[in-house]
Protein backbone atom coordinates (compact mmCIF):
# COMPACT_ATOMS: atom_id res chain seq x y z
CA UNK A 1 0.00 0.00 0.00
CA UNK A 2 0.98 3.41 -0.98
CA UNK A 3 0.89 5.82 1.37
CA UNK A 4 2.51 8.41 -0.61
CA UNK A 5 1.99 8.60 -4.08
CA UNK A 6 5.07 9.88 -5.38
CA UNK A 7 3.74 11.27 -9.25
CA UNK A 8 2.90 14.53 -9.46
CA UNK A 9 -0.57 15.72 -10.59
CA UNK A 10 0.02 17.99 -13.91
CA UNK A 11 -0.50 21.36 -13.40
CA UNK A 12 -1.86 23.89 -15.45
CA UNK A 13 0.61 26.26 -16.67
CA UNK A 14 -0.46 29.83 -15.64
CA UNK A 15 -2.51 31.89 -18.22
CA UNK A 16 -0.27 35.20 -18.85
CA UNK A 17 -2.35 37.87 -17.51
CA UNK A 18 -4.21 40.15 -19.79
CA UNK A 19 -2.49 43.72 -19.72
CA UNK A 20 -5.25 46.40 -19.41
CA UNK A 21 -4.25 49.36 -22.11
CA UNK A 22 -3.53 52.27 -19.78
CA UNK A 23 -5.25 55.17 -21.57
CA UNK A 24 -3.00 57.54 -23.41
CA UNK A 25 -2.58 60.63 -21.99
CA UNK A 26 -3.84 63.44 -23.94
CA UNK A 27 -1.83 66.93 -23.58
CA UNK A 28 -3.15 69.88 -24.09
CA UNK A 29 -1.90 72.18 -26.51
CA UNK A 30 -0.12 75.31 -24.70
CA UNK A 31 -2.59 78.20 -23.36
CA UNK A 32 -0.68 80.24 -25.81
CA UNK A 33 0.73 79.48 -28.80
CA UNK A 34 5.01 78.97 -27.51
CA UNK A 35 3.96 78.96 -23.87
CA UNK A 36 5.88 76.40 -22.51
CA UNK A 37 4.75 74.47 -18.90
CA UNK A 38 7.85 76.90 -17.42
CA UNK A 39 6.13 80.11 -18.65
CA UNK A 40 3.14 79.05 -17.27
CA UNK A 41 4.33 78.08 -14.36
CA UNK A 42 5.92 81.35 -13.90
CA UNK A 43 2.56 83.26 -15.01
CA UNK A 44 0.78 81.34 -12.05
CA UNK A 45 3.51 82.40 -9.54
CA UNK A 46 3.13 85.75 -10.39
CA UNK A 47 -0.03 86.35 -11.58
CA UNK A 48 -3.90 86.08 -9.78
CA UNK A 49 -5.98 83.19 -10.78
CA UNK A 50 -9.27 83.84 -11.29
CA UNK A 51 -12.27 80.80 -11.15
CA UNK A 52 -15.39 81.97 -12.87
CA UNK A 53 -18.98 80.42 -12.52
CA UNK A 54 -20.98 81.04 -15.55
CA UNK A 55 -22.56 84.18 -15.00
CA UNK A 56 -19.95 85.79 -13.17
CA UNK A 57 -18.81 88.97 -13.84
CA UNK A 58 -15.55 89.80 -14.23
CA UNK A 59 -15.93 93.67 -15.23
CA UNK A 60 -18.55 95.61 -14.48
CA UNK A 61 -18.89 99.07 -16.57
CA UNK A 62 -15.15 99.35 -16.73
CA UNK A 63 -14.27 102.78 -17.92
CA UNK A 64 -10.98 100.94 -18.92
CA UNK A 65 -8.69 98.13 -17.98
CA UNK A 66 -4.71 98.15 -18.04
CA UNK A 67 -4.18 94.61 -17.51
CA UNK A 68 -3.71 91.28 -19.97
CA UNK A 69 -6.60 88.87 -19.41
CA UNK A 70 -5.68 85.33 -20.61
CA UNK A 71 -8.25 82.73 -21.19
CA UNK A 72 -7.03 79.41 -19.35
CA UNK A 73 -10.05 77.40 -19.70
CA UNK A 74 -13.62 78.17 -20.97
CA UNK A 75 -15.28 81.09 -22.18
CA UNK A 76 -16.56 84.99 -21.42
CA UNK A 77 -18.66 87.37 -23.30
CA UNK A 78 -17.42 91.55 -23.64
CA UNK A 79 -19.48 93.36 -24.30
CA UNK A 80 -18.97 97.46 -25.11
CA UNK A 81 -21.55 99.99 -23.94
CA UNK A 82 -21.20 103.19 -25.30
CA UNK A 83 -23.70 106.43 -24.50
CA UNK A 84 -26.32 103.98 -22.90
CA UNK A 85 -26.33 101.83 -25.80
CA UNK A 86 -25.56 97.92 -25.40
CA UNK A 87 -23.38 96.23 -28.41
CA UNK A 88 -23.66 92.53 -29.39
CA UNK A 89 -21.55 90.59 -27.03
CA UNK A 90 -18.09 88.70 -28.44
CA UNK A 91 -16.79 85.83 -27.20
CA UNK A 92 -13.33 84.98 -25.76
CA UNK A 93 -11.80 81.43 -25.81
CA UNK A 94 -8.88 79.51 -24.29
CA UNK A 95 -6.30 80.38 -25.63
CA UNK A 96 -7.18 84.11 -26.09
CA UNK A 97 -6.36 87.23 -24.72
CA UNK A 98 -7.96 90.53 -23.74
CA UNK A 99 -5.81 93.36 -24.38
CA UNK A 100 -6.01 96.12 -22.33
CA UNK A 101 -9.15 98.24 -22.82
CA UNK A 102 -8.62 101.55 -23.57
CA UNK A 103 -10.49 104.69 -21.91
CA UNK A 104 -13.12 106.75 -24.20
CA UNK A 105 -15.40 109.08 -24.25
CA UNK A 106 -18.95 106.98 -23.00
CA UNK A 107 -17.50 103.94 -23.34
CA UNK A 108 -17.73 101.46 -20.36
CA UNK A 109 -16.48 97.38 -20.71
CA UNK A 110 -18.15 94.66 -19.36
CA UNK A 111 -17.47 91.18 -19.06
CA UNK A 112 -18.78 87.66 -17.76
CA UNK A 113 -18.15 84.07 -17.80
CA UNK A 114 -20.32 82.59 -20.52
CA UNK A 115 -19.23 79.33 -18.66
CA UNK A 116 -16.78 77.74 -15.84
CA UNK A 117 -13.33 79.29 -16.55
CA UNK A 118 -10.23 80.58 -15.47
CA UNK A 119 -8.44 83.35 -16.50
CA UNK A 120 -4.91 84.96 -15.59
CA UNK A 121 -5.19 88.56 -15.15
CA UNK A 122 -2.00 89.91 -15.89
CA UNK A 123 -0.90 93.54 -15.35
CA UNK A 124 1.52 96.17 -16.23
CA UNK A 125 3.98 95.37 -12.87
CA UNK A 126 3.71 92.01 -13.71
CA UNK A 127 4.43 92.14 -16.96
CA UNK A 128 7.93 93.43 -16.60
CA UNK A 129 8.80 90.69 -14.42
CA UNK A 130 8.00 88.02 -17.04
CA UNK A 131 10.45 86.30 -19.32
CA UNK A 132 10.93 88.50 -22.43
CA UNK A 133 9.25 85.94 -24.55
CA UNK A 134 6.66 84.77 -22.66
CA UNK A 135 5.68 88.58 -22.85
CA UNK A 136 5.89 88.57 -26.81
CA UNK A 137 3.86 85.83 -26.52
CA UNK A 138 1.30 87.36 -24.71
CA UNK A 139 1.11 90.35 -26.75
CA UNK A 140 0.97 88.17 -29.79
CA UNK A 141 -2.01 86.13 -28.37
CA UNK A 142 -3.95 90.26 -27.74
CA UNK A 143 -3.01 91.66 -31.47
CA UNK A 144 -4.54 88.48 -32.73
CA UNK A 145 -7.80 88.88 -30.05
CA UNK A 146 -7.67 92.22 -30.99
CA UNK A 147 -7.90 91.70 -34.83
CA UNK A 148 -10.96 89.02 -34.35
CA UNK A 149 -12.55 91.63 -32.39
CA UNK A 150 -11.99 94.78 -34.55
CA UNK A 151 -13.00 93.11 -37.17
CA UNK A 152 -16.74 91.58 -35.02
CA UNK A 153 -17.05 95.31 -34.26
CA UNK A 154 -16.40 95.96 -37.96
CA UNK A 155 -19.57 93.48 -38.83
CA UNK A 156 -21.65 94.57 -35.88
CA UNK A 157 -21.35 98.62 -37.03
CA UNK A 158 -22.04 97.76 -40.36
CA UNK A 159 -25.33 95.34 -39.97
CA UNK A 160 -26.06 98.04 -37.10
CA UNK A 161 -25.38 101.25 -39.80
CA UNK A 162 -27.52 99.65 -42.31
CA UNK A 163 -30.31 98.95 -40.03
CA UNK A 164 -29.55 102.57 -38.86
CA UNK A 165 -30.23 103.75 -42.49
CA UNK A 166 -33.13 101.85 -42.82
CA UNK A 167 -35.14 103.04 -40.01
CA UNK A 168 -34.29 106.62 -40.60
CA UNK A 169 -35.24 106.13 -44.24
CA UNK A 170 -39.06 104.65 -42.68
CA UNK A 171 -39.21 108.26 -40.30
CA UNK A 172 -38.64 109.77 -43.33
CA UNK A 173 -41.20 107.80 -45.29
CA UNK A 174 -43.79 108.57 -42.35
CA UNK A 175 -42.78 112.27 -41.88
CA UNK A 176 -43.37 112.49 -45.82
CA UNK A 177 -46.78 111.82 -45.14
CA UNK A 178 -47.44 113.86 -42.50
CA UNK A 179 -46.03 116.73 -44.09
CA UNK A 180 -48.20 116.03 -47.58
CA UNK A 181 -51.49 116.96 -45.10
CA UNK A 182 -49.99 120.57 -45.14
CA UNK A 183 -50.27 120.93 -48.91
CA UNK A 184 -53.67 120.88 -49.05
CA UNK A 185 -55.43 124.12 -50.61
CA UNK A 186 -57.24 125.19 -47.39
CA UNK A 187 -53.70 125.39 -45.42
CA UNK A 188 -52.23 126.67 -48.13
CA UNK A 189 -54.34 129.62 -48.80
CA UNK A 190 -54.47 130.20 -44.71
CA UNK A 191 -50.68 130.63 -45.00
CA UNK A 192 -50.77 132.87 -48.07
CA UNK A 193 -53.09 135.03 -45.91
CA UNK A 194 -50.88 135.88 -43.13
CA UNK A 195 -49.12 139.01 -43.46
CA UNK A 196 -45.35 138.86 -44.64
CA UNK A 197 -42.41 140.36 -42.98
CA UNK A 198 -41.60 143.89 -43.14
CA UNK A 199 -39.57 145.09 -46.46
CA UNK A 200 -36.24 145.67 -44.13
CA UNK A 201 -36.29 142.35 -42.18
CA UNK A 202 -36.81 140.67 -45.63
CA UNK A 203 -33.93 142.48 -47.37
CA UNK A 204 -32.06 141.90 -44.05
CA UNK A 205 -33.07 138.00 -44.51
CA UNK A 206 -31.67 138.13 -48.52
CA UNK A 207 -28.59 139.92 -47.60
CA UNK A 208 -27.26 137.11 -44.96
CA UNK A 209 -27.59 134.53 -46.71
CA UNK A 210 -25.45 135.87 -49.33
CA UNK A 211 -22.08 134.83 -47.99
CA UNK A 212 -19.98 137.42 -49.71
CA UNK A 213 -22.27 140.05 -48.10
CA UNK A 214 -19.95 141.88 -45.17
CA UNK A 215 -20.78 142.85 -41.70
CA UNK A 216 -20.09 146.39 -42.37
CA UNK A 217 -22.48 146.57 -45.58
CA UNK A 218 -25.79 144.95 -42.92
CA UNK A 219 -24.97 147.90 -40.63
CA UNK A 220 -25.43 150.54 -43.62
CA UNK A 221 -28.58 149.10 -44.98
CA UNK A 222 -29.66 148.93 -41.19
CA UNK A 223 -28.61 152.73 -40.43
CA UNK A 224 -29.77 154.32 -44.03
CA UNK A 225 -33.40 153.22 -43.10
CA UNK A 226 -35.02 155.59 -40.58
CA UNK A 227 -37.64 153.07 -39.95
CA UNK A 228 -35.40 150.35 -38.98
CA UNK A 229 -32.74 152.66 -36.86
CA UNK A 230 -35.96 153.90 -35.18
CA UNK A 231 -36.82 150.56 -34.03
CA UNK A 232 -33.33 149.58 -33.39
CA UNK A 233 -33.16 152.85 -30.88
CA UNK A 234 -36.53 152.63 -29.17
CA UNK A 235 -36.06 149.42 -28.33
CA UNK A 236 -32.55 149.29 -26.98
CA UNK A 237 -33.89 151.85 -25.13
CA UNK A 238 -36.79 149.86 -23.81
CA UNK A 239 -37.46 147.74 -20.93
CA UNK A 240 -36.19 144.87 -22.52
CA UNK A 241 -32.59 145.99 -21.68
CA UNK A 242 -32.82 148.61 -19.25
CA UNK A 243 -29.50 150.60 -20.21
CA UNK A 244 -29.22 153.37 -17.75
CA UNK A 245 -28.70 156.17 -19.84
CA UNK A 246 -30.57 156.60 -22.87
CA UNK A 247 -28.83 155.59 -26.25
CA UNK A 248 -29.41 158.54 -28.90
CA UNK A 249 -27.80 157.26 -32.28
CA UNK A 250 -27.32 154.03 -33.96
CA UNK A 251 -23.84 154.82 -34.34
CA UNK A 252 -23.85 154.23 -30.13
CA UNK A 253 -26.23 151.33 -30.07
CA UNK A 254 -23.96 149.31 -32.33
CA UNK A 255 -21.15 149.88 -29.78
CA UNK A 256 -22.99 149.10 -27.04
CA UNK A 257 -25.25 146.30 -28.51
CA UNK A 258 -22.65 144.68 -31.53
CA UNK A 259 -24.16 143.93 -34.41
CA UNK A 260 -24.99 140.72 -34.25
CA UNK A 261 -27.23 141.84 -31.43
CA UNK A 262 -28.68 144.76 -33.40
CA UNK A 263 -29.67 142.34 -36.44
CA UNK A 264 -31.37 139.86 -34.59
CA UNK A 265 -33.15 142.64 -32.40
CA UNK A 266 -34.68 143.84 -36.11
CA UNK A 267 -35.54 140.58 -37.19
CA UNK A 268 -37.15 139.22 -33.90
CA UNK A 269 -39.33 142.78 -33.84
CA UNK A 270 -40.50 141.90 -37.22
CA UNK A 271 -41.71 138.42 -36.52
CA UNK A 272 -43.08 139.57 -33.53
CA UNK A 273 -45.12 142.28 -35.25
CA UNK A 274 -46.34 139.74 -38.30
CA UNK A 275 -47.53 136.79 -35.95
CA UNK A 276 -50.17 137.78 -33.09
CA UNK A 277 -48.96 137.90 -29.40
CA UNK A 278 -50.58 136.08 -26.41
CA UNK A 279 -49.04 134.20 -23.67
CA UNK A 280 -48.47 131.21 -25.77
CA UNK A 281 -46.77 132.85 -28.90
CA UNK A 282 -44.37 135.03 -26.34
CA UNK A 283 -43.23 132.01 -25.09
CA UNK A 284 -42.40 130.96 -29.27
CA UNK A 285 -40.55 133.86 -29.39
CA UNK A 286 -38.72 133.50 -26.19
CA UNK A 287 -37.77 130.26 -27.23
CA UNK A 288 -37.16 131.36 -30.34
CA UNK A 289 -34.64 134.71 -29.59
CA UNK A 290 -32.88 132.23 -26.41
CA UNK A 291 -31.73 129.25 -29.69
CA UNK A 292 -30.77 132.08 -31.95
CA UNK A 293 -28.59 133.42 -29.32
CA UNK A 294 -27.31 129.32 -28.45
CA UNK A 295 -26.81 129.15 -32.26
CA UNK A 296 -24.52 132.39 -32.93
CA UNK A 297 -22.57 131.28 -29.97
CA UNK A 298 -22.52 127.61 -31.45
CA UNK A 299 -21.79 128.97 -35.01
CA UNK A 300 -19.05 130.99 -34.48
CA UNK A 301 -16.73 128.03 -33.10
CA UNK A 302 -17.77 125.37 -36.06
CA UNK A 303 -16.60 124.80 -38.65
CA UNK A 304 -17.66 126.20 -42.07
CA UNK A 305 -21.12 127.87 -40.68
CA UNK A 306 -21.79 131.18 -41.70
CA UNK A 307 -23.33 132.12 -37.68
CA UNK A 308 -25.53 135.57 -38.75
CA UNK A 309 -27.45 133.84 -41.07
CA UNK A 310 -27.97 130.62 -39.03
CA UNK A 311 -29.63 133.12 -36.28
CA UNK A 312 -32.16 133.90 -38.61
CA UNK A 313 -33.17 130.27 -39.29
CA UNK A 314 -33.37 130.25 -35.81
CA UNK A 315 -35.74 133.32 -35.28
CA UNK A 316 -38.02 131.72 -37.57
CA UNK A 317 -37.74 127.82 -36.85
CA UNK A 318 -40.88 127.80 -34.83
CA UNK A 319 -42.93 129.59 -36.75
CA UNK A 320 -45.02 126.60 -37.38
CA UNK A 321 -46.26 126.14 -33.71
CA UNK A 322 -47.22 129.92 -34.18
CA UNK A 323 -49.12 129.30 -37.16
CA UNK A 324 -50.92 126.62 -35.35
CA UNK A 325 -52.10 128.64 -32.65
CA UNK A 326 -53.36 130.87 -35.19
CA UNK A 327 -55.23 127.81 -36.89
CA UNK A 328 -56.71 127.40 -33.50
CA UNK A 329 -58.01 130.73 -32.89
CA UNK A 330 -59.32 130.85 -36.37
CA UNK A 331 -61.58 127.55 -35.39
CA UNK A 332 -61.52 126.26 -39.03
CA UNK A 333 -59.98 123.03 -38.44
CA UNK A 334 -60.48 121.25 -34.96
CA UNK A 335 -57.59 120.91 -32.67
CA UNK A 336 -57.39 117.96 -33.33
CA UNK A 337 -56.37 118.19 -36.95
CA UNK A 338 -54.27 121.19 -36.50
CA UNK A 339 -52.20 119.45 -33.95
CA UNK A 340 -51.57 116.00 -36.30
CA UNK A 341 -49.87 119.15 -39.19
CA UNK A 342 -46.21 118.91 -38.74
CA UNK A 343 -44.63 122.49 -37.22
CA UNK A 344 -41.66 122.28 -39.34
CA UNK A 345 -43.34 121.66 -42.27
CA UNK A 346 -46.26 124.63 -41.69
CA UNK A 347 -43.20 127.19 -40.70
CA UNK A 348 -41.13 126.33 -43.64
CA UNK A 349 -44.08 127.08 -46.17
CA UNK A 350 -45.18 130.11 -44.52
CA UNK A 351 -41.69 131.52 -45.05
CA UNK A 352 -41.82 129.99 -48.92
CA UNK A 353 -45.34 132.45 -49.02
CA UNK A 354 -43.14 135.23 -47.74
CA UNK A 355 -40.80 135.26 -50.61
CA UNK A 356 -37.92 134.23 -48.06
CA UNK A 357 -34.62 132.81 -48.94
CA UNK A 358 -35.66 129.19 -49.93
CA UNK A 359 -32.39 127.74 -48.46
CA UNK A 360 -34.01 129.31 -44.97
CA UNK A 361 -37.44 127.06 -45.44
CA UNK A 362 -35.07 123.96 -46.36
CA UNK A 363 -33.13 124.33 -42.96
CA UNK A 364 -36.50 125.01 -41.05
CA UNK A 365 -38.23 122.05 -42.53
CA UNK A 366 -35.25 119.59 -42.33
CA UNK A 367 -34.62 121.20 -38.51
CA UNK A 368 -35.49 117.78 -36.73
CA UNK A 369 -33.37 115.54 -39.08
CA UNK A 370 -30.71 114.82 -36.44
CA UNK A 371 -32.40 113.55 -33.69
CA UNK A 372 -32.55 110.00 -35.97
CA UNK A 373 -30.02 110.35 -38.72
CA UNK A 374 -26.37 110.08 -38.31
CA UNK A 375 -24.74 113.69 -40.19
CA UNK A 376 -23.64 111.54 -43.42
CA UNK A 377 -26.85 110.80 -44.27
CA UNK A 378 -28.05 114.72 -44.51
CA UNK A 379 -27.42 116.47 -47.79
CA UNK A 380 -24.40 118.38 -47.35
CA UNK A 381 -25.89 121.56 -48.25
CA UNK A 382 -27.80 122.34 -45.04
CA UNK A 383 -26.04 119.31 -42.60
CA UNK A 384 -24.10 121.70 -40.57
CA UNK A 385 -26.95 124.08 -40.25
CA UNK A 386 -29.42 121.64 -38.99
CA UNK A 387 -26.54 119.73 -36.95
CA UNK A 388 -25.87 123.45 -34.96
CA UNK A 389 -29.72 123.57 -34.89
CA UNK A 390 -30.03 120.34 -32.88
CA UNK A 391 -27.37 121.25 -30.62
CA UNK A 392 -28.72 125.02 -29.67
CA UNK A 393 -31.61 122.81 -28.25
CA UNK A 394 -29.86 120.58 -26.50
CA UNK A 395 -27.93 123.58 -24.54
CA UNK A 396 -30.94 124.74 -23.90
CA UNK A 397 -32.77 122.22 -21.99
CA UNK A 398 -29.37 122.12 -20.01
CA UNK A 399 -30.12 125.62 -19.49
CA UNK A 400 -33.39 125.71 -18.30
CA UNK A 401 -32.24 122.83 -15.93
CA UNK A 402 -33.70 119.92 -18.12
CA UNK A 403 -31.68 116.41 -19.00
CA UNK A 404 -31.62 116.35 -22.89
CA UNK A 405 -34.12 113.31 -24.07
CA UNK A 406 -31.62 110.06 -24.48
CA UNK A 407 -33.99 109.15 -27.67
CA UNK A 408 -33.31 112.25 -29.62
CA UNK A 409 -29.92 112.63 -29.00
CA UNK A 410 -28.79 109.34 -30.45
CA UNK A 411 -26.28 111.25 -33.00
CA UNK A 412 -25.17 114.18 -30.80
CA UNK A 413 -22.06 113.33 -30.45
CA UNK A 414 -21.68 113.02 -34.15
CA UNK A 415 -22.75 116.33 -35.16
CA UNK A 416 -20.51 117.80 -32.65
CA UNK A 417 -17.71 115.86 -34.57
CA UNK A 418 -18.88 116.86 -38.19
CA UNK A 419 -18.54 120.30 -36.81
CA UNK A 420 -15.20 120.32 -35.51
CA UNK A 421 -16.08 120.88 -31.92
CA UNK A 422 -13.72 118.82 -29.99
CA UNK A 423 -16.02 118.60 -26.48
CA UNK A 424 -17.26 115.88 -24.77
CA UNK A 425 -20.40 116.29 -24.21
CA UNK A 426 -23.43 119.42 -25.23
CA UNK A 427 -23.26 120.19 -21.04
CA UNK A 428 -19.34 120.58 -21.48
CA UNK A 429 -19.68 123.15 -24.50
CA UNK A 430 -22.19 124.85 -22.44
CA UNK A 431 -20.03 125.04 -19.58
CA UNK A 432 -16.66 125.91 -21.05
CA UNK A 433 -18.01 127.97 -24.22
CA UNK A 434 -21.31 128.96 -24.43
CA UNK A 435 -21.77 130.09 -20.80
CA UNK A 436 -18.60 132.17 -20.49
CA UNK A 437 -18.86 133.90 -24.09
CA UNK A 438 -23.10 135.04 -23.07
CA UNK A 439 -21.16 135.49 -19.23
CA UNK A 440 -19.05 138.60 -21.28
CA UNK A 441 -21.77 140.11 -22.65
CA UNK A 442 -24.58 139.67 -20.37
CA UNK A 443 -25.96 143.14 -20.55
CA UNK A 444 -26.15 143.06 -24.99
CA UNK A 445 -28.80 140.41 -24.08
CA UNK A 446 -32.68 141.07 -23.76
CA UNK A 447 -33.80 140.98 -20.60
CA UNK A 448 -35.51 137.60 -20.48
CA UNK A 449 -32.52 136.07 -22.13
CA UNK A 450 -30.59 137.75 -19.66
CA UNK A 451 -32.35 136.21 -16.25
CA UNK A 452 -31.76 132.91 -17.93
CA UNK A 453 -28.09 133.12 -18.75
CA UNK A 454 -27.93 135.15 -15.31
CA UNK A 455 -29.56 131.67 -13.36
CA UNK A 456 -27.62 129.43 -15.17
CA UNK A 457 -23.91 131.50 -14.11
CA UNK A 458 -25.52 132.82 -10.67
CA UNK A 459 -24.96 136.19 -11.63
CA UNK A 460 -27.67 139.04 -10.99
CA UNK A 461 -29.58 140.79 -13.57
CA UNK A 462 -29.58 145.03 -12.92
CA UNK A 463 -33.25 145.69 -12.19
CA UNK A 464 -33.03 149.14 -13.98
Same mark, same amino acid.
Given at each position: MKFFNRSRTPVAEPRPLVQRQQPIAVQKPPVLEGWSEADLVSVYNAAPLKHLRM?????????????????????????????????????????????? !? %?????? @??????? =???? $?? *? &????????LPAHTQVAIYRAAVAATGRINAYIRSVNGEITSKNVALASYVTT??????????????????????? !? %?????? @??????? =???? $?? *? &?????????????????????????????????????????????????????????????????????????ISTLTFEIAKISKNVQAQSLTTAALLHDMGRCVQIMMKQARWLSDEHVDMLPPAKLGADLLHSWKLPE?????????????????????????????????????????????????????????MNALGLSFATPAVLLKESVLPSLGKNLQRLPREIQKVVAAATGRSVSQN
Open positions: GDPLLTGAEQSDSFIVMLDGAIQVVVKWEKQMGRPGIVRRGDCVAP !L %PKAPGL @LYYAEAT =EQCT $VI *E &ITPTVMKYQSDKLNAAVQAPKIQNFLKNIPG !L %PVHAMD @LAVKLLQ =ETTS $VQ *E &IAEAIKNDPATASLVLRTVNSAMYGFEKKIETFYHACIILGFNNIYTLVMREAVQNALPLNDRTRKIHLHSSLRLGIIVENQHLPEYMHPDQVPADYRREVGVLHLAHCVESLLMGEQPKAELNVYTKDY
